[in-house]
Structures are given as C-alpha cells and as structure tokens.
C-alpha cells in the first residue's frame, strides 16, 4: 500500500496562490490514480482534482480555472497548484491514491490518503 505525505499548506490572503504536494512511497506508484479532496469544518468531504497514471485530469466545477495538477513519477510527487484563492477554499486538503481505474470522484474508491494539510485563504 502506498504511503503519501501532503505538504505545501499554510495561510494565504484572497488571491494568492499555494502549491500543495503530495509525496508517495511504496511501489508501482506510477500506476496510481491520485486525487485531491478537501473538507472545510461542518462540510462533507469535495472531490478538487485528480490525475489519472495516463496524465488524465479532473477538475470540480468550483476549481476549474484556477487549480491545476500535475505529477513527477521520477520524484513520486503530484502537485496541487492553487491560484486566485478565495476564502471558500480554507479546508484540510488531502491527497488519495488508488490502482483501480475510473470514479475520479468517488472518495472510496482510493486505497491510501495522506494524513491532510490545512489550507487558510483569508479575506
């Protein structure tokens, strides 16, 4: 089972950007979905975005336009880059792992998550 470990989170004014990381280790990680989701406090778990092991990429509605994803097999590492922040977007961040293709959305289909880091968009 991969091992992930999120980094890159911390407080932002409006409109300034984070890159967020999420580093793996474990085997066959090039062969891993890998998901963004984020939780704000009182709210249910969003999927953000996701790269498939191909270099698909997902986005939710609300970040299109301003997150980008991206990954570096050679380093294990996906990243998150998140600009024009709005304070909506204060959550815990996660990043998930899975080996099974489809449902990019769907928090249960990943096998690891990362322990999460907060993100803090102040106004």
């Known amino acids: 089972q991969v091992q992930l470990v999120e980094s890159g989170g911390g407080l932002v004014q409006a409109g300034g950007s984070l890159r967020l990381s999420c580093t793996a280790s474990g085997r066959t990680f090039s062969s891993y979905d890998v998901g963004w989701f984020r939780q704000a406090p009182g709210k249910e778990r969003e999927f953000v975005s996701a790269?498939?092991?191909?270099?698909?990429?997902l986005h939710s509605v609300s970040v299109k336009g301003r997150f980008t994803i991206s990954r570096d097999n050679a380093k294990n590492t996906v990243y998150l880059q998140m600009n024009s922040l709005k304070p909506e977007d204060t959550a815990v961040y996660s990043c998930a792992a899975k080996s099974s293709s489809g449902g990019l959305e769907v928090s249960n289909t990943y096998d690891s998550w990362g322990r999460g880091t907060q993100v803090t968009v102040s106004s």
């Open positions: 790269i498939t092991w191909r270099g698909g990429i």
